[in-house]
């Protein structure tokens, strides 16, 4: 029997290649392709011929045995078990419908679960957590938004339970035009949609804008979950350096000329994840190279409110004076995520076609929550909640720097954030973030490894976010004294001779919100 399996992988997936090769054979088995009896080719020649380490296509067909869908035989090889049930009707012994083969190819690409995986670490029992980016749950205005959600319900019973249109709730709107005015945009309610959270404002943009095959210019390194977007519309990604001194202008200039992008997304203020804040020269190089070669900016401002000196920094949207900005915020980091309300503000044409899109994903953000929201913006509760959590936070990062400089071995370096959630650490040479999270997880610590923040996995490997928002400080100076004693520990053992074991092939990072 011809043992030729005929199976493509992609390299450039984030299913490891043992998975790709699993599936394709479990998927064979399914459609009766590889009949019972079948003898799949050896696993030394199938990776040779697939261009894989034999330990790939081992694990791959250890999972297929496990499964009952193999089987190995002394003598005779490893053996199709299809498993035939006897006495069924044909209906009944039907395949089950294969939904993942029947998805567009859109949705194929699809296939990285690094937000839900995030999600997950945050109810891991006792690990502190310094990956994941939210809000202090104990910060959480909740009283005040569980009174008002009483008295609002009590006030207008029915109205808050039906739908709302689908820009968004004009109370909400009008404030948020205030609050931008206040930065310096002049931004009426007509330019506002409030969003289910920024996500979908970057979904939305990415939807009106993005044809497969755009090219889309990202900062390196940055935020997973737009980068994940702008990939799933068929953007191709290309990266634009920040180094200490920030943005690569140059590189942008170099990098517009090139490719003509369609659009170029970053986010100024406290970059996710470095930290760093954009000078008010660099802002003005931006919006200069988008009016010359005409290129949108969609500005992520998640962070802007959280900021520990004196006052806000002004956002290139206010500085805009082309229209050539899209401006994306969002309650999730100010208030908390779960309330999933944020908003998109540009040209009222953009809105527009952002506003007829979303009412074909979801029609309204929640109305009871941008009605509540809005009440308690308007009651200046807002503003008194900010200046609390500026103060907190600001606590939170000292934990998490004076830890860094009590306890990180020589080589470890970082930034200081003026605001924000994030430190931006550089590792000790030879210590890889991936490598490191194995150690600190057995120590019950969490951060995301920076190649998380890439455009290509292979870069970013020698630098760790570390995410001081969540916990409390004194947690964050025990996680940051974990973190920096595994360093040292890598360090003085070699990685190769710890007894730690290296990513398996093709492993997806951590996730990262
Ligand atoms: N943009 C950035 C830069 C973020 O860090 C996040 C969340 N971490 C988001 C957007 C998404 O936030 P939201 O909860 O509003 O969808």
């Keep these: ?120 670490q945050l109810t891991e029992g006792d690990t502190i957590n310094l990956a994941a980016g939210v809000p202090a749950a104990e910060l959480y205005p909740t009283a005040d938004f569980a009174r008002i959600c009483a008295e609002m319900l009590d006030r207008k019973p029915h109205e808050l339970l039906e739908y709302s249109a689908p820009q ?31 996500q979908q404002g970057l979904e939305l943009i990415a939807r009106i804008m993005v044809e497969p095959g755009d090219t889309v210019i990202v900062e390196e390194p940055s935020y997973p979950g737009a980068m994940q977007v702008l990939r799933a519309a068929g953007a191709r990604l290309v990266g634009v350096p920040l180094d200490a001194r920030g943005i690569r202008i140059d590189i942008l200039e170099q990098l517009m000329h090139r490719y003509r992008p369609k659009l170029f997304y970053t986010m100024p203020t406290f970059q996710n994840p470095s930290g760093n804040s954009m000078s008010e020269e660099d802002c003005r190089a931006v919006l200069e190279l988008a009016y010359r070669y005409h290129v949108p900016v969609v500005e992520d401002d998640a962070y802007c409110e959280i900021y520990f000196g004196s006052s806000r920094r002004q956002s290139l949207f206010a500085m805009d004076v082309c229209g050539a900005v899209l401006y994306l915020n969002t309650f999730s980091k100010m208030m908390f995520p779960g309330l999933r309300v944020g908003w998109a503000a540009g040209p009222v044409e953009v809105i527009r076609q952002m506003t007829l899109l979303r009412q074909l994903a979801d029609i309204n953000t929640g109305t009871l929550p941008q009605a509540v929201l809005a009440e308690y913006c308007q009651r200046g509760l807002l503003v008194n909640h900010l200046g609390m959590i500026r103060s907190q936070y600001c606590k939170h990062r000292d934990a998490a720097l004076q830890a860094l400089n009590d306890f990180a071995p020589p080589g470890m370096s970082w930034n200081e954030p003026e605001g924000g959630f994030y430190i931006w650490c550089h ?55 974990r973190i920096c004693a595994s360093v040292r520990k890598i360090v003085k053992e070699g990685s190769g001779q710890t007894g730690i074991k290296q990513p398996a092939e093709g492993l997806a990072p951590l996730a990262l919100l």
Excluded at 180 to 197: F, K, W
């Design 1 to 120: 029997m011809n043992e030729f399996l005929n199976i493509s992988l992609e390299r450039d997936s984030r299913t490891p290649l043992y998975m790709q090769i699993r599936n394709a054979i479990r998927d064979m088995i399914a459609e009766k392709l590889l009949p019972s009896g079948f003898r799949l080719p050896p696993e030394r020649r199938l990776a040779a011929q697939l261009g894989v380490n034999r330990s790939t296509v081992v694990k791959a067909y250890e999972e297929l045995a496990a499964e009952g869908l193999i089987q190995s035989h002394v003598g005779r090889g490893t053996l199709v078990n299809a498993g035939e049930v006897q006495g069924q009707a044909a209906w009944q012994s039907s395949l089950p419908m294969r939904w993942t083969h029947l998805f567009n190819r859109q949705a194929a690409r699809v296939n990285d679960p690094l937000i839900s995986d995030l999600l997950a």
């Design 427 to 481: 590792l000790s040479p030879g210590v890889k973030g991936e490598t490191l999270l194995r150690v600190c997880r057995n120590t019950g610590v969490g951060f995301v490894p920076g190649e998380a923040f890439f455009t290509d996995d292979n870069n970013g490997n020698d630098y760790i976010r570390i995410s001081y928002s969540r916990c409390h400080p004194a947690a964050i100076r025990t996680g940051v004294e």
């Design 168 to 198: 968004g709730l004009i109370e909400l709107r009008t404030y948020l035009a205030g609050h931008m005015r206040e930065r310096g945009a002049d931004q009426g309610p007509e330019g506002i949609l409030v969003t289910s959270g920024s």
